[in-house]
């Protein structure tokens, strides 16, 4: 019986790569065959030394970074077939507040910003680029299409101390990800 992953040759592009969930992700990703590229505003601290990762500065909440991480990330590894958009800001660096009538408007904006916006640009991304390469004559067939996004269950039960995390949280895992699900396959068929 086959046990494995079959992600041999998936392109798999991951945001957030850096940090301490990204990082054992991308581990693991590249163990199981992979071609893994990883962007973070952070170097990686133990990056896998193998021939199929890449890590590519980029900051999420910029379409300029975003597109251009995308087009060199597939130069190296071909189109990404698999994205998953695990950067965003989180407790250990957000400030906690003892009620939301101490938070600072720019903490909210900031936090929107990159953990909603960023997302949303990164699923934008990947789609477009889907959709680009699937109209190219050399098309070749894509394994594992698939765009998974990363919540908190702070998205449904809420954060007193961080409702501008929580918020965030929510929006992207019920409000983009279902409207993602029925827009997916309309690009990629198959696509989850």
Partial sequence: MDLSLNLENTHILITGGSGFIGSTTVTALVSAGAKVTSLDLRAPSNPPQSPNFQHIFCNISSEWDLTNAFATSSEKFGPVSCCIALASLDFSVLPHHESLADMDVEQWRHTHRINVEGTFLTARTWLRALRDYSKTEEKQELRNVGLIIIGSE??????????????GKSAVQIGLVKSLMADVSRIWPGAR
């Fill in 154 to 167: 702070s998205g449904h039960f809420g954060e007193r101390g961080n409702a501008d995390y929580a918020a």
